[in-house]
């Protein structure tokens, strides 16, 4: 019988061995009351004093779940150093039924099997979804869709930016369409114990797809990312024709079988994992990852995560990393950011998407057994 990967802390400043081993095997891990019963209640207080429409992500007691508990010094020992974040995602998604609106997936949310997750990867340019099906060529719709970002029409561009304030590239020569870092984390508020409940999913186990693909795509053209080889942008053939593709097809299939859910076209979908979690606990993944929040159908209550976007400082070390963004070569919205001679950022990114484990300082070991015990079995 499988282990859960949903375990006690080891001790209060690592990691266990087998901890790691279900890391490099699934891609994330829960640790059980990673944060303290007060740092959990002085956030909810916080939350729940917010006006709305305020941003409390760089208040102290929201950045202490991070910075004050046993987080910081696992993330330390299996990753390395990090900048300590001065921001965060504050997740609090409201109880929702289905309904009719097309999502990002350019499809309709009360057709979107498991609660509605968008799986995608992070870093990604998002636009509003058109709420009408798109007429034209997909020349036509890909023009539209992306001059009705924040900046307007700026044609296809490393300047365009999208609503989630992502660049649609990285880089000026446009051969990188994701940003990316090292870590999340998600810190749970709430009991999310039960599906439904908007938690968090991941899709268990693709962290080891995805940089099989990253590879394949550099090993092509060295184009990452929407855009590169064999992921195109956006899918056409979806409900409203405009929707984002936001983990590539080949990937996805990997991870489809006769038990996978299908929207009303008959697509199928791979299931993700609904990450189980309670007040307290937190869930470290790799960038890697795909995953997605998800509708909360079946909550009492609003659902809590506090996400957090973590990068080992020996990519850009002197590169400032805020915790909040997935786009850490640019600036937050889409500045360029200035770098010395002879540091390409965007190799040095591309380099991190195609070795997912040279990040990860304390995992070596643990990735150097499993990697010669699946050579092993081959």
Not at 168 to 184: I, W
């Amino acid at each position: 019988m499988r282990k859960s990967n949903s375990e006690p802390a080891g001790h209060a400043n690592a990691l266990t061995l087998e901890q790691k081993r279900t890391l490099y095997r699934d891609g994330y891990i829960v640790l059980k009351k990673a944060v303290s019963e007060e740092q959990a209640n002085a956030a909810l207080a916080r939350i729940g004093e917010a006006k709305k429409g305020e941003y409390i992500g760089g208040e102290k007691v929201m950045l202490d779940l991070i910075n004050a508990s046993s987080i910081t010094p696992i993330l330390n020992d299996a990753m390395g150093e990090f900048d300590p974040p001065i921001a965060c995602q504050v997740g609090v998604t409201p109880v929702s039924k289905p309904n009719g609106r097309f999502t990002n997936l350019g499809y309709r949310d009360e057709d979107l099997p498991y609660y509605s997750a968008g799986t995608h990867m992070d870093g990604s340019i998002t636009i509003a979804p058109p709420q009408e099906v798109q007429t034209g060529t997909p020349e036509e719709i890909y023009a539209r869709h992306f001059a009705s970002g924040p900046k307007g029409d700026l044609g296809r561009s490393p300047d365009v930016i999208g609503h989630n304030m992502v660049p649609m590239f990285e880089d000026p020569e446009m051969t990188l369409g994701l940003g990316s870092f090292t870590a999340f984390v998600f810190i749970c508020l709430n009991d999310q114990t039960i599906e439904g409940r908007g938690q968090t999913a991941v899709l268990r186990g693709a962290h080891h797809a995805m940089e099989k693909f990253f590879r394949m795509q550099y090993q092509t053209n060295g184009h990452l990312g929407p855009e590169g080889p064999e992921w195109p942008r956006l899918d056409y053939d979806c409900p409203n024709r405009c929707g984002m593709v936001y983990v590539p097809q080949a990937v996805q299939d990997q991870f489809i079988d006769e038990s996978s859910e299908s929207t009303p076209d008959g697509k199928k979908w791979p299931r993700p994992t609904q990450v189980l979690m309670d007040k307290g606990d937190a869930c470290i993944t790799l960038y890697h990852i795909p995953h997605s929040g998800t509708r909360n159908e079946l909550g009492t209550e609003s659902r809590k995560n506090m996400i957090f976007r973590i990068r080992n400082k020996k990519r850009q070390p002197d590169v400032m990393v805020n915790g909040i963004s997935d786009h850490p070569d640019r600036g937050q919205r889409g500045e360029w950011l200035k770098f010395e001679e002879g540091n390409d950022p965007w190799e040095r990114s591309k380099y991190a998407m195609c070795n997912m484990w040279d990040e990860w300082e304390g995992m070596q070991e643990v990735v150097a057994e499993q990697q010669a015990l699946e050579k092993e079995a081959l």
